[in-house]
């Protein structure tokens, strides 16, 4: 089982960075593709973006394409969603999730075995 604990969300105006982290238990956590997503009010959790267990592939939504990067640490069992020229249309919940290699497409959130709690993103106009 793997516990993910997520944070770096906050209050920033647009064209802002923020960087988030989302820190993993256990000792297995370089066996798990790794995924972030976001939900706004009123609306479904989304896709935004996913790395492989080695950090060697990377997949973002179009909408983050080009502003977000995704990387990992598996030493430091830690994925991060680097965000730069943030958008109020960003604002959301975000949340990371491990895969441990459920069949399905990568942007489903039903693929996805574990959640952190999420962490709360706002930009301002």
């Known amino acids: 089982q793997v516990q993910l604990v997520e944070s770096g969300g906050g209050l920033v105006q647009a064209g802002g960075s923020l960087r988030l982290s989302c820190a993993a238990s256990?000792?297995?956590?370089?066996?798990?593709?790794m995924g972030w997503f976001r939900q706004a009010p009123g609306k479904e959790r989304e896709f935004v973006s996913r790395?492989?267990?080695?950090?060697?592939?990377?997949y973002y939504a179009d909408s983050v394409k080009g502003r977000f990067t995704i990387s990992r640490d598996n030493a430091k069992n830690t994925v991060y969603l680097q965000m730069n020229s943030l958008k109020p249309e960003d604002t959301a919940v975000y949340y990371c999730?491990?895969?441990?290699?459920?069949?399905?497409?990568?942007?489903?959130?039903?693929?996805?075995?574990?959640w952190g709690q999420g962490t709360q993103v706002t930009v301002s106009s």
């Open positions: 999730a491990a895969d441990r290699g459920t069949s399905g497409s990568f942007t489903s959130p039903r693929v996805y075995d574990y």
């Open positions: 256990g000792r297995t956590f370089s066996n798990y593709r």
């Open positions: 790395i492989s267990s080695s950090g060697g592939t990377t």
